[in-house]
Structures are given as C-alpha cells and as structure tokens.
C-alpha cells in the first residue's frame, strides 16, 4: 500500500478477529517505530509487546477507554523518558506504528493518553518512565469503509502564506 493510501484510508479499529499477527508483520510494525524520525536523535520510547491473554485482560481493564484490547491478539504498551519532544516524539512513532499495521491489513488504535500510570507495575515499566498509550493490533472483525473520514473542508484548515488565505 502506498503510503499516502494508507494515511487517507486508515481507520479506528475496536473490534479484533482472534487471528494471531504473523511476526514476520510484529516486526515491521515495531522496527516502523524505531526508525521513526525523532528529535536530536534522542529516541526517548520503549515500546512493550504484550501478548499474554491474562496481561491483555489486566490493560483492558486499566485503560478505561480500551476494554476492546481484550480482544486484540496483542498490544503495544508505548512508554516514554522524559524529555522536551518525548510527547512529539512518541507520538510520531505511534502513528508510523499504526500506518505500517494498517498497510498489512492490521487494525489499531490509540489507547489512552496519560492517566496510564496503573499499567506501569503490571508491566515491570520504571517509575522514571510515562505510559503515554496502549496499542491493540488486530485483524478487524468487519470490512471497514476505507477512507471514509468525517473531516473539516480543506480549505477551512490549510492556508497558503497567511492564515485565512485558502491553500486550495
């Protein structure tokens, strides 16, 4: 898939298919965080496969807006070092994560955002560190209407030179 196909057609996916993730597709989606861009090459994410049904029932029920990550066949605990561009930076390793997974056929979505402390102990995560998401990776259970996105007109939120100046 090309790149730009799976940013205008990628989804929210909160219901999970029970089939397993092939690892060969795991470490496309994790190696796609770690070559992510990132500020003064600081790298400052850790990034925890958890696969364990009983660890994905716990997160399931820590995460108070993903109690579907007990269906997914595995999800990404993202945990971040503090630093000035850890939230930017984290973030943009997110999203390579989820653009990758989608291209494969694999749905995600982001879990949480602060409030996540409780996760730390479960997964051995050092106070030092913040859990800044969980990711749940699934196939979807249903055919999604690719690209089928509620946004803004264009023109309403991209300007060319000056804001107010319509870029298209």
Do not use: C
Not at 27 to 38: C, F, H, K, M, V
Not at 65 to 93: F, H, N
Not at 132 to 140: D, K
Not at 141 to 159: M, S
């Amino acid at each position: 898939m090309e790149v730009f196909e799976a940013v205008r057609t990628v989804l929210a996916v909160r219901a999970y298919q029970a089939r397993p993730i092939p690892a060969d597709a795991l470490r496309r989606i994790i190696e796609s965080a770690w070559l992510t861009g990132n500020s003064i090459n600081g790298q400052p994410w850790h990034f925890i496969v958890v696969e364990n049904r009983d660890t994905l029932k716990q997160l399931a029920v820590l995460a108070r807006t993903g109690p579907y990550i007990v269906q997914a066949p595995l999800a990404v605990v993202v945990a971040m070092e503090q630093s000035r561009y850890a939230v930017s930076d984290a973030s943009r390793a997110i999203q390579s994560m989820i653009l990758t997974a989608w291209a494969e056929g694999i749905g995600s979505n982001w879990v949480g955002f602060q409030n996540l402390a409780p996760v730390k102990p479960l997964l051995g995560i050092p106070d030092e560190l913040e859990v800044i998401a969980i990711l749940p990776f699934g196939y979807p259970v249903r055919k999604l209407g690719k690209g089928r996105k509620k946004r803004k007109p264009l023109a309403q939120v991209a300007h060319r030179e000056r804001f107010g100046t319509p870029f298209a």
